[in-house]
Structures are given as C-alpha cells and as structure tokens.
C-alpha cells in the first residue's frame, strides 16, 4: 500500500484565501484522523472520524475549520477564510482496529500551509 | 481521559552512548503504549507498540521501550545512539476500549552529538 497520501505537500496562500487539503488513507482503514502541528502548541487532534462520521471534533478551532470525509477513501479539510495564525503543518493520519489490529496510527507526510 | 508526559523538551547525547527518552501515561484500564519518531519534514513514523506480554518490546532502528506498570511508564532506549537518530520522538496511549484516539506527549527533541 502507499500510505496516507496527502496533498498539497507545500501551500502559500494570502489571508482571507480558501484552502483546502486533501487526505487520501489507507485502504481498509476505518479511523481517520487531522492533526494541526505548531511549534508553539505541538500536535493537536482537530478531528476524527469512523466509518465516515465524525466522531469528535472538539478540536476544532474556530468555524473557519471545516472536514468532511464523503467516502472511505477521501477526507477534506477546509478553512475558509485563512488567517496567518493557521499557519502549520497539517497531517492527516488513519487507523483500524479490524482484523487483530491494535489502532496505531499511520501518518501521512503532511501539508505545510503558510498564510501571508 | 488519557493523557501521556513527557518530561524533557530534548535530550543530548553522544554517539555510541545509551539514549533513554521518558514517558509516563495515564488511562483507565491496561494501556495500548506505542512510541513514534518525526525526521524533519516528514510525518511521523510508527517506532514500537506495547498491547500485552512481554514488558520489553522491540522495533524499528534498535529502538526498545519498557513497560512499567507500576511507575505507569514507558520510556524508550536503545544502547548505542546514532547522529541519523537525532529527531522528534513521541509517546503515545490509548485505552483498549472504546474509540482509536490517542493521546500523544508533547514530543522529545533528540540530538545525537558526533
């Protein structure tokens, strides 16, 4: 398998800008996961989902983040509109507990956003 | 609710010597332990797990991590260290029950000094 594939690896955006990342995890995986990473407040959970449904997200930070995941192969988030304090890293990472699996997490690379 | 320390904000060691990075948990019921290290810009990497068995687990570069349930701890070692280890490590846990979240620590800057 490929992994968790993420995209864009690299955004510069203005504020007041829509972004959107991409997630794409791994096949058969029922838990997926966003993570927000700052040097500041390090790794943050924004939000997770099982099966497609959003479980928690708590973590959220404002109502400028939204996520959504339509299918089992394909999660987006969304902030509409950018602020230059969103600026971080953005992983997206997925898991499962089926089949004698015990959940740990398989992270993707990442999508660094920078807002001007 | 779960939760992970992680003491240090980075450790320093020479090449060659041991490197230990601490951990101590917090969680109701037996804990999934797991350790993961992040190289610059990447994502992070799955190093070891702890389910049941064996207090002493092994993974991936040398890596090992000791489960102690009675300190609740679970730092990671491994005997000789390399410069390639230099990286962010981070522990992580969950309960067996209920949903996959885990609670990771705040992370530990390794820097392996040649």
């Known amino acids: 398998d490929a992994g968790v594939i993420q995209s864009p690896r690299h955004e510069v955006t203005e504020m007041g800008q829509e972004v959107t990342l991409r997630c794409k995890p791994i096949?058969?995986?029922?838990?997926l996961f966003w993570y927000r990473q700052t040097m500041m407040r390090g790794l943050e959970l924004l939000i997770y989902?099982?099966?497609?449904?959003?479980?928690?997200d708590s973590g959220m930070p404002e109502d400028r983040f939204s996520a959504k995941m339509p299918n089992a192969s394909f999660s987006t988030l969304k902030i509409q509109p950018s602020e230059p304090r969103d600026s971080a890293v953005y992983f997206c990472?997925?898991?499962?507990?089926?089949?004698?699996?015990?959940?740990?997490?398989?992270f993707g690379e990442g999508s660094r956003l920078t807002v001007l | 609710a779960q939760s992970v320390a992680q003491p240090e904000d980075q450790v320093n060691v020479a090449e060659g010597n041991p490197l230990t990075v601490k951990c101590t948990y917090s969680?109701?019921?037996?804990?999934?332990l797991f350790w993961y290290v992040q190289y610059p810009n990447r994502g992070l990497q799955f190093l070891l797990k702890?389910?049941?068995?064996?207090?002493l687990v092994k993974g991936s570069y040398g890596f090992e991590a000791e489960f102690n349930k009675s300190q609740t701890s679970f730092h990671l070692k491994k005997p000789s260290a390399l410069v390639s280890d230099s990286a962010l490590y981070f522990c992580?846990?969950?309960?067996?029950?209920?949903?996959?979240?885990?609670?990771f620590g705040k992370g530990n800057q390794v820097v392996v000094i040649p």
């Open positions: 990472a997925s898991s499962t507990t089926g089949q004698g699996n015990t959940g740990e997490l398989f």
């Open positions: 096949s058969g995986h029922d838990y």
């Open positions: 989902f099982n099966n497609n449904v959003p479980i928690d």
């Open positions: 969680v109701s019921g037996n804990p999934y």
């Open positions: 702890y389910i049941t068995g064996d207090n």
């Open positions: 992580a846990v969950r309960s067996p029950y209920g949903n996959n979240r885990l609670a």
